[in-house]
Nanobody, 115 residues
Framework: QVQLVESGGGLVQPGGSLRLSCEAS??????MGWYRQAPGKQRELVAT???????NYADSVKGRFTISRDNANNVAYLQMNSLKPEDTAVYYC???????????WGQGTRVTVSS
């Protein structure tokens, strides 16, 4: 049974930093990533990383956010720097299981950027 446990959200001032973590268990995962959904908006891709370390970022976060993963422990991290109010959203971890590419979502962690 696949389980995802997210942590690291919270309230931060503009220009601040947060690090999100997603610990996955129950399988081996090819791709791990983060999406976000702001109030009244559709869920959007933030960043993804493959087991080989290939990364992909939304243009809006390039240069500010860094995704990484610990393959041995199935943990994905999202380091978020220079946060802006428009980064405020619920952030969801998303993973793809290696053997069949089935996708799984975390419960979401809220990030609020406000002074």
């Amino acid at each position: 049974q696949v389980q995802l446990v997210e942590s690291g959200g919270g309230l931060v001032q503009p220009g601040g930093s947060l690090r999100l973590s997603c610990e996955a268990s129950g399988s081996i995962f090819s791709r791990m990533g983060w999406y976000r959904q702001a109030p009244g908006k559709q869920r959007e891709l933030v960043a993804t990383i493959t087991s080989g370390g290939t990364t992909n970022y939304a243009d809006s976060v390039k240069g500010r956010f860094t995704i990484s993963r610990d393959n041995a422990n199935n943990v994905a991290y999202l380091q978020m720097n220079s946060l802006k109010p428009e980064d405020t959203a619920v952030y969801y971890c998303n993973v793809n299981r290696l053997f069949d590419s089935a996708a799984y979502w975390g419960q979401g962690t809220r990030v609020t950027v406000s002074s």
